[in-house]
């Protein structure tokens, strides 16, 4: 299995991990197979500009990267363009990725959407085309499947 510099890079050097105290949106989301956890921190500002995002992954080097890479996708976007940020867009930005760990980028584009969500309820406000997540897992944490 071959992995892109730019994903060994984001791997060793995670950028934008760590966790934001009282963040506009939170969201956690998991991989059921392979038991990886995401979750994204969303500090969104008055002009709905993510003015930061951390991240933390409990899971493998290509969730890592991911979430590495979609974090610095998705800061200084508006929410609208936050919302674009797809798995495909973020493997693209790591100049790809192997096919059996595709799985892997989905949870960053989940755990972003899970975060938008997250702020979007907070705050009322609907953002087009945004779906509830469907793994996201926040609101029973300590389930026993994980
Ligand atoms: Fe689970 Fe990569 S193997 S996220």
Known sequence: MAYSEKVIDHFTNPRNMG?????????????????????????????????????????????????????ELVKGKSIYEALQVTNKAVMEALDGL??????????????????????ATKHNIEIPGLQKPVNDISEHEEAEEY
């Open 98 to 119: 192997p096919p059996v760990k595709v799985h892997c980028s989905l949870l960053a584009e989940e755990a972003i959407h899970a975060a938008l969500w997250d702020y």
């Open 19 to 71: 966790e934001i105290e009282g963040a506009s949106g939170v969201g956690t989301v998991g991989n059921a197979k392979c038991g990886d956890i995401m979750r994204i921190y969303l500090d969104i500002d008055d002009n709905q500009i993510v003015r930061d995002v951390k991240f933390k992954t409990f899971g493998c080097g290509a969730a890592v990267a991911t979430s590495s890479m979609a974090t």
